[in-house]
């Protein structure tokens, strides 16, 4: 039997993990993997969480199963995170999932199992990820212009024009904030036109939200997905916790499905649990568990919202001086797109090729289509970098 199988191709993200570890060279840069790095080159473990294993470990008394959704009281801290006071608590089912990954396929798969026949609307780019779910669960997919490669900002009037072929049934792929790969964000103005779209032409959003507080800050971050929920008759919610606690390796998110009918509450929340159990039974709690401890207790929660902003203060502090030393090698504003993109990433908007001629001249690892995760700078390789830019001739 598995002489049937197919070769599948290689992640080109993990591939690039590797081939950065095989490279012998001491000035070697990653800037491909989308995990947070601190000064030195780490992935910390923030305070808070620290706290709350601690406490955990003194006070746990059970490994046992908590439920197919996961526990209740993360789903609530969830729900306070992201949607505030946008809608009623009882108009949203949620589910614990693992990762913002699991979020999103769970997703996917609830949005095949209520219509067969949607077609996804999806950014080009997106998350490389969203794409390869989707071809594998053969979901329809139709692309929608995001990026303008020459401003490196959007392509708004090419996404309204795109957007407005959907249908009712169909169902748009949305980035809530900091979009990945690219960067750029809309603003609230022109959300509030996506959500006309929407309303003219019955289909529904789906939101991932990923890096809530790496962009302006938590509250600012979660506003366009609020918009969203509180204006639109049903939205899909995918949240991970990975970046903003952290706890990357844990994989922690949550599925949420909004409706302004509370009457369908039950059966949403019906279908998140029948999924949870035909694809991985229970979630994973740990994560969960001290995302919601941390959530729940003022202390903890202050200091993480603390470290959190500090981070994000930090990615926006290497976005303006990467901007400012290309400025200052090139003399000219060309570059400027970085300081205004928010997030851990940016793309560069160059080609392949010259993404080759960074690897091979300037040993600096990124994504072939030139996203570069601004969380793996520091203030000593940004110079290295915006002069291997420069001299690349991008």
């Known amino acids: 039997m598995f002489s049937t199988l197919k070769t599948h191709p290689a992640d080109k993200i993990l591939a690039l993990i590797q081939l950065y570890k095989d490279d012998p060279r001491p000035t070697k840069i990653d800037l491909g993997v989308g995990v947070y790095k601190n000064a030195e080159g780490i992935t910390p473990v923030m305070r808070a969480v620290k706290a709350a294993e601690k406490q955990l470990w003194e006070q746990e008394t059970t ?71 989707l071809k594998h669960l053969e979901m329809p997919v139709v692309e929608y212009r995001y990026f303008d490669s020459e401003s490196r900002g959007v392509d708004f009037e090419g996404m309204l024009a795109d957007l407005g072929q959907m249908k009712a049934g169909d169902v748009v792929l949305l980035h809530g904030c900091c979009h990945n790969p690219t960067g750029a964000n809309l603003n609230l103005t022109q959300w509030q036109q996506v959500i006309d779209m929407l309303l003219k032409t019955g289909a529904m959003p789906m939101i991932d939200i990923a890096y809530q507080g790496f962009g302006d800050g938590l509250e600012e971050d979660a506003a366009a997905t609020r918009l969203v929920a509180s204006s639109v008759p049903e939205c899909l919610i995918a949240a991970s916790c990975s970046k903003n606690f952290g706890v990357y390796r844990e994989r922690t998110g949550i599925l949420m499905a909004v409706a302004q009918d509370k009457s369908l509450r039950g059966l949403t929340q019906g279908s998140l649990n029948y999924l949870n159990r035909q694809n991985f039974s229970f979630p994973p709690d740990h994560g969960a568990r001290l995302v919601t401890m941390i959530l729940n207790d ?4 202050a200091d993480w919202a603390a470290e959190l902003e500090d981070v994000r203060l930090s990615m926006l502090g290497l976005r303006q001086q990467l901007a400012d030393e290309l400025q200052r090698l090139s003399g000219s504003d060309r570059f ?41 700078l520091n203030a000593t390789t940004v110079p290295i970098l915006a002069k291997a830019i420069i001299d690349t001739g991008i």
């Open 336 to 376: 400027g797109f970085i300081a205004q993109h928010r997030g851990m990433f940016s793309r560069l908007g160059t080609t392949p090729e010259m993404v080759e001629r960074l690897r091979a001249e300037h040993a600096i690892y990124m994504v072939g289509d030139s996203r570069l995760n601004i969380a793996g």
């Open 63 to 133: 490994k046992s199963y908590v439920a197919l959704a996961g526990d209740p009281a993360f789903s609530d801290a969830m729900f306070d995170l992201v949607l505030g006071n946008a809608v009623a608590r009882d108009q949203v089912a949620a589910a614990a999932t693992p990762g913002g990954t699991g979020a999103v396929r769970q997703a996917f798969e609830m949005i095949r199992m209520a219509n067969p026949e949607a077609r996804i609307f999806v950014s080009n780019p997106t998350w490389p990820n969203h794409l390869s779910i």
């Open 298 to 301: 003022a202390d903890l929660r």
